[in-house]
């Protein structure tokens, strides 16, 4: 996890954001990806010279090969440059293989059918290509053994590989010197066939080397091994976590389409005597794109987990591959082919020069245009970072709801960046809060307190967090959460800063309208706690008046009633009087501290200060009064603040294991301040819940739209400050 904030020194990238390769291997895979790109087309070039000695599959499968080689190179590449994997290298090898194979197909047909004489060793150039076949299955077999950790299951599997290489090894020798035809392109091509020009008539006519000299032993030993390559990944599945399984999954998938295919072609073939139906045609098409394309592309996405359900970039860079390819191509074969017939001849030396010279000049503004192609073909709104602030823009031109367009935001965020989730964060008060998440549904994270109102905190498991300012003021900010083998890119990085730069004045609405429903909130909840205590006052009157006054009026009536019974009695009447007059004056008292407790006369006659320094004498512990200025004010700022103080002193007598405790009271011309200190223990205000005291203070409060700030930490006492507007003082 990497967190950044805006404030990070321009000079610096962010962490997390994706570099160019470097070292010596990455630099080794580069020149493997360009050595394997000329050749490839080199062989297209060669293919349409040799266009009118070809079969027609045979020109698809040579081109086939040929676009195959480009892409199992590109994908070899990224995975040495970003996983470091060993099957990388192995798939660079395999793509050097297939161009090499369809280069020297094409070079052997050329020479020998479409231009016979015009190539040196074109029947030799030829064989070698069948040669290639057995490197190409032995490299696929090694890769799948290796797949996806770039290492063996365990050491058991030693033997596997060492049959791989020796078992290729047997047969291609014996393939080499056997007396048999070449079939070109390889392999088992029909547009070109000859004689085995490497076949040596001592050992190639032995019957063991006749036997193995074909390619049905390696068809057969093909097949064992890649059985064993799938029991390899049986196992790893079965001992793998979830992400691993995921991968193998991918693998598993192609493999099982590849055998659809062939049985769906098998089966074409038997029902039709022999014959290749149409629907057999297209399966065996399937099975080829299969190995040509679609067993590369899938093991770049399982090893990069390469956001596993999103191919763009391998596709990106496979499509600008392709199409400069094709564009090139097709420039060299139009000037050398259409000019040369045109001219009654098919090449000359000074065609190829111009068609050399034509490729060179065309190769940046054709890459460049097939770069833009591509881009849009596979990103769409990715193609470029402005685009998709242009279009944002746009989108919100006529949107009122500005909830809405925090969603929007977030959803074009994670499109445009790759990001498995992005999130919008408002600030309210002195806090982060969660705004928008992308995924919609996705359980929003907590929270998260602002110790700097002007620097971005600390997110958890956040790739990337840029600040939303409205010039100085911090309100809000953008993160986003990439995957861990995929950084951040530097165009992705410039997207999000750009956008959380375009974003000040929706993130102002939607915190002015969290601002508003949280106040709403907050005055509902106040509400319902007021009329909570307020019924709870009524009880706690009821149960005084039925425990106190109204025993003593009861006991009062019922020696009245022995009183009346008494009347001729002067010694009982003379006893009795005195008893009476005890329990009337203890009754009275009792509804004179009921009524101090509901609105104190002296509050109301004489002030706050006289009134909390006769609570202050009554108090279990000093209390020092102290006023500034304080004269009378409306009754309910009175009550509100005399009340508030009283609460704080029972908590301080309560929880506070205090020595003295100071109340100060000072106003303004608009306001009213209450304080309350003492020196106990104190307490964590981050940590500690709020009891019903507060938060009865800070209702009363906020009630007259005033303020409660309460300021402590444990050993060095609390401080309580209450502020009330009081615009209608009338000092003393």
């Not at 040196?120 to 090694?142: D, H, I, N, Y």
């Not at 001849?345 to 503004?365: E, G, K, N, W, Y």
């Not at 960046?417 to 996705?442: Q, Y």
């Not at 100085?472 to 083998?485: D, H, Q, T, V």
């Amino acid at each position: 996890m990497t967190t950044s904030a805006s404030s990070a020194p321009a000079a610096e990238p962010p962490a997390g954001i994706l570099r160019p390769a470097s070292g010596p291997g990455a630099r080794t895979a580069t020149g493997l990806l360009l050595a394997t790109v000329v050749i490839a087309l080199a062989g297209v070039a060669l293919t349409v010279l040799a266009w009118s000695a070809l079969g027609p599959s045979d020109r698809s499968s040579n081109l086939g090969a040929a676009a195959a080689a480009v892409a199992y190179a590109v994908l070899g590449a990224l995975i040495v440059s970003r996983a470091s994997n060993a099957v990388g290298w192995l798939l660079i090898a395999e793509g050097m293989g297939l161009a090499t194979m369809a280069l020297t197909s094409a070079y052997a047909v050329a020479g020998i059918r479409a231009h016979p004489g015009s190539l040196p060793a074109a029947r030799q150039v030829g064989a070698t290509s069948e040669w290639a076949f057995f490197a190409l299955v032995t490299v696929l077999v090694l890769a799948l053994l290796l797949f996806p950790s770039g290492t063996l299951p365990s050491r058991r599997w030693r033997p596997v590989v060492a049959v791989t290489l020796l078992g290729n090894a047997v047969l291609l020798a014996a393939f080499i010197v056997a007396p048999g035809r070449v079939a070109l392109p390889a392999p088992g091509g029909v547009s070109l066939t000859y004689p085995n020009p490497f076949s040596h008539g001592t050992i190639g006519h032995a019957p063991a080397v006749i036997s193995l000299g074909s390619l049905n032993p390696l068809t057969l030993l093909l097949v064992v091994l890649l059985g064993a390559a799938a029991a390899s990944m049986v196992r790893r599945y079965r001992a793998g976590a979830s992400v691993l399984r995921r991968q193998i999954k991918w693998v598993a998938l192609l493999g099982a389409t590849f055998g659809v295919l062939q049985l769906v072609a098998l089966a074409g073939i038997v029902a039709d005597h022999g014959q290749i139906p149409p629907f057999a045609a297209v399966a065996y098409t399937g099975t080829e794109l299969i190995a040509l394309f679609g067993l590369p592309v899938v093991i770049a996405i399982a090893i990069l987990k390469y956001r596993l359900y999103e191919i763009d970039v391998i596709i990106n860079r496979a499509v600008v591959y392709g199409l400069v390819s094709a564009g090139l191509t097709a420039v060299y074969a139009g000037i050398v082919l259409g000019i040369g017939a045109l001219a009654g001849r098919h090449s000359t030396p000074t065609l190829t020069i111009i068609a050399a010279a034509a490729v060179a000049l065309l190769f940046q503004p054709l890459r460049a245009r097939a770069q833009r192609v591509a881009n849009r073909l596979v990103y769409g709104d990715r193609a470029t970072p402005y685009q998709v602030l242009s279009d944002f823009a746009d989108d919100m031109a006529g949107q009122l709801d500005y909830d809405k367009a925090v969603d929007r935001m977030v959803a074009v965020l994670a499109s445009a960046t790759g990001a498995t989730r992005t999130e919008a964060w408002i600030r309210i008060g002195a806090e982060l809060r969660p705004f928008a998440v992308w995924p919609g549904g996705s359980v929003p994270p907590g929270p998260v307190s602002l110790a700097d109102t002007e620097l971005l905190p600390a997110f958890e498991a956040v790739s990337r967090a840029v600040a939303v300012r409205h010039g100085s003021e911090l309100l809000g900010a953008l993160a986003l959460e990439k995957p861990r083998n995929e950084p951040l890119t530097v165009a992705e990085d410039k997207l999000l800063q750009h956008l959380a730069s375009q974003a000040g004045l929706v993130f102002r609405n939607s915190r002015l309208t969290a601002e508003l429903q949280s106040t709403i909130a907050e005055l509902r909840a106040s509400r319902r706690r007021m009329v909570e205590a307020q019924d709870a006052e009524r009880r706690r009157i009821e149960r005084n008046l039925h425990d106190g006054a109204q025993q003593q009026l009861v006991s009062l009536s019922i020696q009245l009633g022995l009183l009346e019974e008494s009347a001729g009695d002067a010694a009982a009447v003379r006893e009795m009087t005195p008893q009476l007059r005890t329990a009337v004056r203890a009754a009275l008292d009792d509804l004179r501290d009921l009524a101090r407790g509901i609105y104190p006369p002296l509050l109301a006659e004489r002030g706050l200060v006289p009134a909390l320094q006769a609570q202050a004498r009554r108090a279990v512990l000093p209390v020092v009064i102290e006023a500034d200025g304080v004269g009378r004010y409306p009754r309910d700022a009175e009550t509100t603040v005399y009340f508030c103080a009283l609460e704080a002193l029972q908590n301080i007598a309560k929880y506070a294991s205090a020595s003295q405790a100071t109340v100060r009271l000072s106003c303004s011309a608009s306001s009213l301040r209450l304080t309350v200190t003492d020196d106990g223990a104190g307490f964590d205000t981050a940590s500690a819940r709020s009891g019903s005291g507060l938060q009865g203070m800070a209702d009363r409060l906020a009630a007259l739209g005033g303020t409660l700030d309460v300021r402590s930490r444990p050993g060095h006492g609390t401080t309580l400050t209450g502020q009330l507007p009081v615009p209608d003082c009338a000092r003393a």
